[in-house]
């Protein structure tokens, strides 16, 4: 199992509640040498407040053999063209450590924020995904692309705007998936998927592999080298006082996840579709409080791992090592003896 970390190491992700380590543009490069010199085999950044491509430039530029890649960037605002400069840019400034992880955002997003029209996500995704390795393939061969599809139609080249071929040309893409169709595309088109944190262990093996195989097979490939990276739902700390505070958070959390109707197939599957049916009527109502208390323990402890420093990597271990192949995991690091205490971790789940 690879494991991975979200750029900035130290950041404390309490809950609902606005970050307690703000982020800062500035430190990328040192946080990602941080990344490396613990033994990490991935650095990856999402897409909320700053542009990822950038981020990840800095990381690259900072690094000598840390992979690198986005978790995810959000695919539809950019055009395929727009996004395969990206991330043929930073392929060819990090030495072929890039790896592309997509996202498709819900309806709301991409008419209200984004202010695009809408369309059904898998068959857009697939679309996009095949549109950008085309210009890729166009670059690399020096030659016209020649795209069509129902929503990009992409056959123009000039020699001012290809950058020609790179060194590592096969760019790795990851799509982030819930439901089992878009689970299909990624094993249609993509190199790897990338679960939401509510996807059990239960359901990545015996719904989201599936469809990934089903999807490999309509297009004759193997899923042999295919990633699941999971970017699990985590409360631990040093203590058990220390734990209770985060596992308030994590309850909230998942309380807020079970209220979003695009995820409710990870609790249905687990017989919990009820429950995210009254969660969800309290969210619309705002009543933000009331929604943890829903959340028994035994809701909590399937969808997350839940543990002290010491007992944490045993129980990630236990729950991932023969569902994926990537777990992204970090704690928060201020001290020396926090560095400490993450390297042996990290250790500990790479030997898993």
């Given at each position: 199992m690879k494991l991975e970390t979200l750029l900035p190491l130290g950041k404390v992700d309490p809950g609902l509640r606005e970050p307690e380590v703000a982020f800062d543009l500035q430190t990328i490069g040192s946080e990602a040498l941080k990344v490396e010199s613990l033994g990490y085999d991935n650095v990856m950044f999402e897409e909320t407040k700053y542009d990822p491509y950038i981020a990840m430039a800095l990381a690259a530029n900072a690094t000598q053999t840390v992979g690198i890649g986005t978790a995810v960037a959000i695919a539809f605002p950019r055009s395929p063209a727009v996004t395969a400069m990206s991330a043929w840019t930073i392929q060819a400034l990090s030495g072929g450590r890039f790896t592309l992880g997509l996202g498709t955002q819900v309806?709301?997003?991409?008419?209200r924020r984004f202010g695009l029209k809408w369309s059904a996500a898998g068959p857009w995704i697939r679309?996009?995904?095949?549109?950008?390795?085309?210009?890729?393939?166009?670059?690399?061969?020096?030659?016209?692309?020649?795209?069509?599809?129902?929503?990009?139609?992409?056959?123009?080249?000039?020699?001012?705007f290809d950058p020609g071929p790179i060194e590592?040309?096969?760019i790795p893409i990851h799509l982030a998936a819930v439901k089992p169709f878009m689970c299909r595309v990624a094993g249609e088109v993509a190199d790897g998927l990338r679960p939401?944190?509510?996807?059990?262990?239960?359901?990545?093996?015996?719904?989201?592999?599936?469809?990934?195989?089903?999807?490999?097979?309509?297009?004759?490939?193997?899923?042999?080298?295919?990633?699941?990276?999971?970017?699990?739902?985590?409360?631990?700390?040093?203590?058990?006082?220390?734990?209770?505070?985060?596992?308030?958070?994590?309850?909230?959390?998942?309380?807020?996840?079970?209220?979003?109707?695009?995820?409710?197939?990870?609790?249905?599957?687990?017989?919990?579709?009820?429950?995210?049916?009254?969660?969800?009527?309290?969210?619309?109502?705002?009543?933000?409080?009331?929604?943890?208390?829903?959340?028994?323990?035994?809701?909590?402890?399937?969808?997350?791992?839940?543990?002290?420093?010491?007992?944490?990597?045993?129980?990630?271990?236990?729950?991932?090592?023969?569902?994926?192949?990537?777990?992204?995991?970090?704690?928060?690091?201020?001290?020396?003896?926090?560095?400490?205490?993450?390297?042996?971790?990290?250790?500990?789940?790479?030997?898993?």
């Amino acid at each position: 199992m690879k494991l991975e970390t979200l750029l900035p190491l130290g950041k404390v992700d309490p809950g609902l509640r606005e970050p307690e380590v703000a982020f800062d543009l500035q430190t990328i490069g040192s946080e990602a040498l941080k990344v490396e010199s613990l033994g990490y085999d991935n650095v990856m950044f999402e897409e909320t407040k700053y542009d990822p491509y950038i981020a990840m430039a800095l990381a690259a530029n900072a690094t000598q053999t840390v992979g690198i890649g986005t978790a995810v960037a959000i695919a539809f605002p950019r055009s395929p063209a727009v996004t395969a400069m990206s991330a043929w840019t930073i392929q060819a400034l990090s030495g072929g450590r890039f790896t592309l992880g997509l996202g498709t955002q819900v309806r709301a997003h991409i008419e209200r924020r984004f202010g695009l029209k809408w369309s059904a996500a898998g068959p857009w995704i697939r679309e996009y995904v095949l549109a950008v390795k085309e210009i890729w393939r166009a670059w690399q061969c020096s030659e016209q692309p020649n795209f069509s599809g129902q929503h990009y139609n992409i056959n123009l080249s000039v020699p001012l705007f290809d950058p020609g071929p790179i060194e590592f040309p096969d760019i790795p893409i990851h799509l982030a998936a819930v439901k089992p169709f878009m689970c299909r595309v990624a094993g249609e088109v993509a190199d790897g998927l990338r679960p939401h944190p509510v996807c059990t262990a239960d359901y990545i093996q015996n719904v989201m592999w599936p469809a990934v195989r089903k999807g490999a097979t309509n297009e004759n490939r193997d899923v042999d080298d295919f990633s699941m990276s999971i970017k699990p739902l985590i409360a631990t700390a040093p203590d058990e006082d220390q734990l209770q505070h985060k596992i308030r958070d994590i309850r909230a959390r998942v309380a807020f996840y079970a209220s979003t109707p695009a995820y409710r197939p990870a609790f249905a599957h687990h017989g919990l579709g009820d429950l995210a049916d009254k969660l969800k009527l309290l969210s619309r109502a705002q009543k933000w409080e009331e929604m943890p208390k829903f959340i028994s323990d035994e809701v909590l402890n399937q969808y997350a791992c839940v543990g002290t420093y010491d007992e944490i990597t045993d129980i990630l271990a236990r729950r991932y090592k023969d569902v994926v192949t990537h777990c992204e995991f970090s704690i928060p690091v201020s001290t020396p003896e926090d560095h400490n205490i993450l390297r042996e971790m990290v250790v500990a789940l790479r030997g898993a």
